[in-house]
């Protein structure tokens, strides 16, 4: 049976386009000493190690975990390394959490990155195997197409994604660790920067960024013997489907729906918008914010981007969403789901800075990947029920 | 704790498959008809699908993407991949089953080693900074290893050659192995080297594979099987990835994973047969005695790895062939071992019995 899990620390990097100062060893080492700080524990403290990261080709080293045994103080302990795309950083630490779960382990140390610098992303995602579809544009070329499905399904005005952009990239420059610091940032300037992938502007995009995340999850015991507040793991799922099939609706995936509606029972909550204080949402491209909100439950279909444009996830509205200045305002591919469930982790321990959302008790974090295909998701609050 | 059996295994022909993508599926495909066939379920009945593969086997990103084609994720499915071989896969399924989260979980693993020079593809597991760029192949790091052994009085280019030898006779009743044949040891010792000390008869060879195994919770395992192969230790561990920090004839990783799963026998009785993933001769008798089998242990009756290497499958089907040993009434209890980085970096050992 299902033991209780909780949050006892975290720790990140601190995110740039190229941290040439440190080393791929040197980088997942910086997030990890900080989450065992945070935990008050030490590398020896730990019982198993789960690492995980976007596509090996991202830095041009295959399965680089064997590598990093010895700089994550893994030697002679179990060490899983997890891929699902996009979503892996998720997945990560949901692996990691289960570990604690099923009563195998007591702490365990999760830690996700990507050193973006060391290769070329755009060209790791650009090679044509034979038989497969190309998806030589890149990332923005593949997701644009299904936003202007979303606008002409919804509805929605334009400046939407524009809004979301300003409020992401002000919260990432209350976050010291974000790698985009951009405090003057307006709708103006946002609508114009040039466009990429139309409705996609340079702004509204996410950055190419070197950067670790690291969490120490533990069971009861170890939760109770921590010194500072843990999050709570009330709730996790996971669900994936194929990149295209008959029927598959890349606006609102089936799988993220389902992931999603088992998330919530699994709280126990049956009012996502009014129960949920904060939600950490894997937003690479701006208007994956309304569109999640309505995946996610938050929103009926068509409606998500009302609660933008009412300013209703901004910090001080009905649900702030990225706080942390989320995945636009930081991308370390690998790492930027799991600092998404950090960030949740982190609101409800009330240990958020500047970017704290007051009063948060119950909070969201997740991350999807592939093409809309693979999610993951968690629900952690400041009280284990 | 909550427990859980084997209860289907099926494997690819192990080779060099032309009709074969680096995605997967063709060789996917038809094993997961066979373990739905022999185990009477659907997709449907699947509760946590986790898979083992390798990007630069396919020398692609994403290239497990296209491999959950295979398993027809509609209706959407509770879904994971490892980076590593399909036997660490089982590993998370057979977490997820602990948790009562999935009742039923299948596990597989999926490779096409002969996509590239296997050997050069594998000198990028090493530091990416002081030792990947001098392009020490894979083939390279276990000759130096099999030296080291041969000096230190540990075996010999005899003791080798016997290893394959069995292994190759062994194989003659595995319809899915790469490589079968009775041959002379003082035959194998007359050919040339391939990275000395190791011939070819020492080296696994390169194929393309896949395999699955499927586990259920004990409520479900006995109506899925007759004979379910229980599980009654799991572990895996690793050692240093630096090749000059550890002592290449010593396995702790190997040893402290047997100690966890109860492989030595010392805690718990022996197994009987023990289904070993050692590429290379010298390493399965390095295996034996890290994991503490005795002489009366029936190592690979398969063939092992030797026979049969498909990169990512491998390990999964040594699992398998153990599960299946026991599934089948031919042993009581068997361990299933699998091995993933340079030199043995990487082990893991899974212990089961019939009941």
Sequence with gaps: MKEL???????????????????????????????????????????????????????????????????????????????????????????????????????????????????????????APPFSLPVVAGAGGYFAPHIRAYIRRSGAPSHIGAMVAVKDRRNGALNPYAHLQQADITLESVQASPMLWDPVRYDETCPSSDGACAVVIGDSEAAEASQAPVAWIRATAMRSEPTMFAGKDHVNPRAGAEAAAALWRQAGITDPLDQIDVAEIYVPFSWYEPMW????????????????????????????????????????????????????????????????????????????????????????????? | ???????????????????????????????????????????????????????????????????????????????????????????????????????????YGFGKSSGAELRRVLALQLDPYLLAPLWPDSVSVAALQARLGIEAGRWTEKDMAEVAARSRAAALANPRAQVSGEVAVSELLGRP????????????????????????????????????????????????????????????????????????????????????????????????????????VTVNPSGGALCGNPMFAAGLARVGMAAQAIMSGQAGRALGHATSGPALQQNLACVMEGR
């Design chain 2, 1 to 107: 704790m909550t427990e859980a059996a084997v209860v289907g295994f099926a494997q690819s022909p192990c080779g060099v498959r032309e009709d074969a993508t680096t995605s997967g599926v063709e060789m996917l495909v038809p094993i997961f008809a066979e373990v739905f066939g022999a185990t009477g379920l659907t997709k449907a009945d699947i509760g946590f699908w986790c898979s083992g593969s390798c990007d630069y086997l396919a020398g692609r990103a994403f290239s497990f993407v296209s491999a959950v084609d295979a398993i027809g994720a509609v209706p959407p499915a509770m879904e994971s991949h490892v980076e590593m071989d399909g036997a660490w896969a089982l590993y998370e399924a057979w977490v997820k089953i602990l948790t009562g989260e999935a009742e039923i979980a299948l596990a």
């Design chain 2, 193 to 296: 080297y391939v990275a000395e000390p190791l011939r070819a008869h020492d080296c696994a060879p390169v194929g393309d594979g896949a395999a699955v195994v499927i586990i259920a919770s004990a409520e479900r395992a006995r109506d899925l099987c007759a004979r379910p192969a229980w599980i009654t230790g799991f572990a895996h561990r690793i050692d240093s990835g630096s090749l000059g920090a550890r002592d290449l004839l010593a396995v702790p990783s190997a040893a402290a994973a047997g100690r966890a799963a109860g492989a030595d026998g010392v805690e718990v009785a022996p197994v009987e047969v023990a289904e070993l993933h050692a590429p290379f001769t010298h390493q399965e008798i390095l295996l034996r005695e890290a994991l503490g089998l005795g002489g009366g």
């Design chain 1, 293 to 385: 909100l309505e995946n996610l439950g938050f929103a009926a279909p068509g409606e998500g981007w009302r609660l933008t444009e009412a300013g209703e996830t901004r910090i001080g509205g009905k649900l702030p969403v990225n706080p942390s200045g989320g995945v636009l305002s930081s991308n370390p591919i690998g790492a930027s789901g799991l600092l998404r469930f950090a960030e949740a982790a982190l609101q409800v321990m009330g240990k958020a800075g500047a970017h704290q959302v007051p009063g948060a008790r119950t909070a969201l974090g997740h991350a999807y990947g592939g093409g809309s295909q693979f999610f993951s998701m968690w629900v952690v609050s400041s009280t284990p029920r």
């Design chain 1, 5 to 127: 899990a909780a949050v006892l620390g975290v720790g990140q990097t601190r995110h740039r386009s190229k941290r040439t100062d440190v080393s791929i060893a040197g980088l997942c080492r910086e997030a990890a000493d900080r989450a065992l700080l945070d935990a008050g524990l030490a590398l020896t403290d730990i019982d198993a190690v789960v690492v995980g990261k976007a596509p090996d080709l991202f830095e041009g080293v295959m399965m680089p975990e064997l590598y990093l045994a010895d700089a994550l103080g893994a030697v002679g302990k179990p060490l899983l390394r997890v891929h699902t795309a996009g979503s892996v950083g998720g997945a990560t630490g949901l692996v990691a959490a289960s570990l604690v779960q099923a009563g195998l382990h007591r702490r365990v140390l999760a830690v996700a990155f990507e050193k973006q610098s060391e290769s070329n992303a755009m060209w790791a995602l650009s090679i």
